[in-house]
């Protein structure tokens, strides 16, 4: 009944979706195409397994779970769907043709029965968060065996869902096995009524992230070709409007003591690029586009407008703040940064990835401001301190190294569904 009520509910707020869908549209080019897709009008080859892995981030740790699955399982037709332009990129650049890709549809009934009945595929894995009633429901009525892997629930997000117990639980009990990262999201799970045989505590796949040699010496190139190999360089990654003025500010505070310093700036959506540069130039700042590749001597900021480059942007830099923290967003992933043997900043407002924040913090790794003041201070501290900034990197690389093996632990029970 209350999955109904939902379904009725999404109905009348189609118009408000179709407008949201134009609106993402006028600004960004990349929503222009495709809309089929969102309603499951597109045409699509049978599978056997499906892949949900949204936006950027997760399918940015979906990839090395897929690759893992296509070498175990040659002969396996898999489709990856995702809901932004920026995970359909990714997916793109992974694997080309050598997946069935497409957006998944909204959640409206008659879409996602209309892609199912397609697709027809015999397993799903959904990636961290992205679970929809509607999608979950039917299904499971096909009898497709669903798995949520490197699974995430947030004390918030917990909340949430037990504020609607007659949609959500229901929801989580069609799922066959649940790959979460942490003992408390698999208590969480547990206390809607997820079946404890159910969950595995696996960690995050995000640990396992390899990076190559070669990228990690491009983006040394990077840096001793903008002449930058003393000075303070930082970057501020994955950053939404409402943080753009704290993190300039922040950047002008670490000028006043190195005038050198340069500051990395990549915000979240593309469609924010503009929104960035207009700030900047109204702060008074020499801008230089990544996409130009024109940096010169007075450059005090690089934006970061090109795709698929965030990571190497931060093996050129010394220190990391990573965005969605300084507003109610959540935050991003922290350990890309970390990786690359950066000191990381992040502001209060990190629920998404509050365990592997306090594993980085708890190591030296990690230091949490409150605000763009705080921020230019806890920059220039570090860089003050060769010391404390080196010791801070090794720190962050070893957390990362410590916790290794999820993506072993997740691929043994995607073994285990796919039977």
Same mark, same amino acid.
């Given at each position: ?253 670490? +000028? ?30 020499? +801008? ?37 923290? @300084? ?14 043997? @950066? ?77």
């Amino acid at each position: 009944m209350h999955r109904i009520l939902y379904s009725a509910l999404l109905y009348l707020l189609s118009p408000l979706i179709v407008l949201y869908l134009a609106f993402r549209a006028l600004k960004s080019a990349d929503y222009r195409g495709r809309w089929g897709e969102r309603f499951g009008c597109h045409r699509l080859e049978k599978t056997d397994l499906l892949v949900h892995s949204v936006s950027m981030g997760e399918t940015l740790a979906a990839i090395p779970l897929i690759r893992r699955i296509q070498a175990a399982y040659p002969g396996l037709h898999i489709t990856v769907t995702t809901t932004s332009p920026t995970g359909s990129a990714e997916v793109l650049k992974a694997f080309g043709d050598a997946v069935q890709h497409c957006y998944l549809p909204l959640d409206f009934p008659m879409s996602v029965r209309r892609f199912l009945t397609q697709l027809q595929p015999k397993h799903c894995i959904i990636m961290e968060t992205e679970l929809w009633p509607n999608l979950l429901h039917h299904a499971a009525k096909a009898g497709v065996k669903l798995m949520l892997a490197n699974g995430r629930l947030s004390a918030k997000s917990a909340r949430r869902y037990q504020s609607w117990p007659g949609l959500n639980c229901p929801m989580l009990q069609t799922l066959d096995l649940l790959a979460v990262q942490t003992r408390a999201e698999a208590e969480r799970f547990e206390a809607l009524g997820v079946a404890a045989g159910k969950l595995h505590v696996c960690g995050s796949v995000k640990f396992d992230i390899q990076i190559p040699e070669e990228q990690r010496a491009r983006a040394l190139a990077w840096r001793q070709s903008w002449g930058r190999q003393t000075a303070p360089v930082w970057v501020a990654g994955s950053v939404h409007p409402g943080e753009f003025e704290a993190v300039l500010s922040a950047h002008k505070h670490l +000028l006043s003591v190195w005038p050198e310093a340069l500051l990395i700036l990549v915000p979240r959506h593309p469609e924010q690029f503009e929104a960035a540069a207009e700030k900047i130039r109204q702060m008074g700042l020499e +801008l230089t586009r990544r996409s130009r590749q024109q940096m010169t001597a007075g450059t005090q900021v690089l934006l970061g407008d090109t795709m698929g480059e965030l990571l190497s942007l931060y093996g050129a830099a010394d220190q990391a703040f990573v965005g969605g923290t @300084l507003i109610a967003n959540g935050g991003h992933n922290p350990l890309e940064p970390a990786a690359m043997g @950066l000191a990381v900043l992040m502001g209060p407002n990190h629920w998404d990835f509050a365990e592997i924040t306090c594993l980085l913090h708890a190591a030296g790794a990690l230091r949490l401001v409150d605000s763009g003041e705080e921020l230019g201070q806890a920059l220039q501290a570090y860089f003050a301190e060769p010391g404390a900034l080196k010791q801070a990197s090794r720190a962050a690389m070893e957390v990362v190294s410590h916790n290794r093996g999820a993506l072993d632990k997740q691929f043994a029970l995607v073994a285990a569904l796919i039977g």
